[in-house]
């Protein structure tokens, strides 16, 4: 899906050295359809919105008050996450190559992040990772022309795994649900690392990997009240992660196990309609600004 919202177009006074450039096209890139579209997709796509409205008219706070980019208008090119990795790497090409954007922001599904940013490197043009939670973006690769905007999943399980310690959380048995996918491995592989160090004797029973957007958890949950763990841990999140905690209440997990989630609150209404034993963990970016909404 692509569409592009028409803006004003407006006479620039910047020089430039062989044309004036009358907007900043910048491509955004988030998930308006699938699982993560209501959570995470769609409110990504409205605040971009609602910020470049305002920048374009000139409205945002200082020190932004001045028109767009540099005088230049912003004229966002929007695509839709939806679809997989290939198919965002061709997107991704189609923005820089066909588009003609100036910079793109985007990405939410880690497994996409990891595919488009060597695309970006290789075509020399400005990538900026706004969401996406895998530690493997720079930490395996050099890049000079990408950049995020936010910290990734690590701090997320060693914050959850440090907090179950302080709080004095038993954990001699553990159980995992985790996406199978770069960002629920990652995950796992960090929450499982952190509580080996702080909880030593833990022992890992049933690890479950269901595909992302998987919706439906019977199997998996009637395997955890089974093994009936200390902790249950997940990064789901999302749709996934509604559908899962709507779910396994009825079915007597939360009463079993404690269960623990390292990833962020994704709008989940159905989690606090829950009776439900849980702990979450955010990042510390979802905690600003430092007002009585984000202390609770």
């Known amino acids: 899906m692509r569409s592009c919202l028409p803006l004003p177009a407006t006479t620039l006074t910047l020089a430039a050295p062989s044309f004036a450039q009358e907007t900043f096209k910048l491509g955004i890139v988030t998930f308006l359809s699938g699982p993560a579209a209501d959570s995470f997709g769609v409110p990504a796509r409205n605040g971009a919105q609602y910020v470049i409205d305002q920048l374009n008219k000139g409205s945002a706070p200082a020190p932004y008050e001045k028109v767009g980019f540099g005088g230049m208008k912003i004229e966002p090119v929007i695509i839709d ?29 880690s497994g996409d992040c990891l595919a488009v940013a060597p695309i970006a490197e290789e075509l020399k043009k400005l990538l900026l990772l706004f969401d996406c939670g895998t530690p493997r973006i720079f930490e395996e690769t050099k890049y000079n022309y990408v950049f995020r905007t936010a910290s990734h999943a690590t701090m997320d399980n060693v914050g959850l795994v440090r907090y179950m310690k302080a709080k004095n959380i038993k954990m001699d048995t553990l159980s995992a649900i985790n996406q199978d996918y770069a960002w629920g491995q990652d995950s796992r592989a960090d929450f499982v690392a952190a509580a ?63 269960l623990v989630f390292s990833a962020r609150r994704s709008r989940a209404a159905a989690a606090r309609r829950q009776d439900a ?4 963990h955010r990042r510390a970016r979802r905690l600003w600004p430092d007002v009585a909404e984000n202390r609770r």
């Open 81 to 109: 996450e939806n679809g997989g990795a290939t198919k965002q790497v061709q997107e991704l090409r189609n923005l820089y190559q066909r588009d003609n954007v100036d910079a793109v922001l985007g990405f939410i599904s």
């Open 277 to 280: 034993r849980r702990h979450h």
């Open 196 to 258: 080996q160090q702080l909880y030593p004797n833990v022992k890992l029973e049933t690890d479950l990997l269901p595909k992302f957007g998987a919706g439906q958890y019977g199997t998996e949950i009637s395997a955890l009240v089974g093994a009936g763990s200390d902790v249950v841990y997940s990064s789901l999140w999302g749709g996934d992660l509604q559908a899962f905690i709507l779910q396994s209440a009825p079915r007597g997990l939360p009463k079993k196990s404690q």
